[in-house]
């Protein structure tokens, strides 16, 4: 399984560094939500769902997440642990993310919030990639 990364453009000067992101440029969705993970702990991993439709960039600001990635047919697993790396968590991937204490994961999504867009049995998951 490829993983999805993107370089973010950076602009750095000796002030410090500025990542831009911008809807069809940078990705290969428009952005309809922006969310936010912080005050993780280390021993509470969160994800272990798949989305129908959304597609996600996610982008570790702080700290250390490591990605695991499951298209249903591959598996992967990815450390995301620097401002300038976003990581695409496309629509029908499973995905689990473990933290290290005090990380904050920045989320740029295509689409509202909608309980009915998650699949959160894996069973269930891998029957739908199997349909
Ligand atoms: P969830 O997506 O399950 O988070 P994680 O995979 O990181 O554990 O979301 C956790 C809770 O927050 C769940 O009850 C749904 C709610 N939620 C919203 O209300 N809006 C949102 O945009 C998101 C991402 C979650």
């Not at 989305?51 to 600001?61: D, G, V, W």
């Not at 990635?69 to 450390?79: A, I, Q, S, W, Y």
């Not at 999504?109 to 998951?125: K, P, Q, T, V, W």
């Amino acid at each position: 399984m490829k993983i999805p990364f993107i370089n973010l453009r950076n602009i750095s000067d000796p002030r410090g560094n500025l990542a831009v992101i911008e809807a069809f440029k940078d990705i290969p969705f428009e952005i309809k939500r922006v969310y936010y993970i912080y005050g993780t702990k280390g021993n509470q991993p969160r994800g272990f769902h798949a989305h129908k439709t959304l597609r996600q960039l996610a982008i570790c600001l702080k700290g250390k997440c490591r990605v695991i990635l499951n298209n249903g047919r591959e598996k992967t697993e990815v450390m995301l642990d620097k401002p300038d790396m976003g990581l695409i968590i496309d629509k029908m991937v499973w995905h689990e993310m473990y933290f290290e204490d005090d990380s904050i994961l920045l989320v740029l999504a295509s689409d509202y919030y909608n309980e009915d867009d998650y699949i959160r049995n894996f069973n269930e998951f891998i029957e739908c990639v199997n349909r």
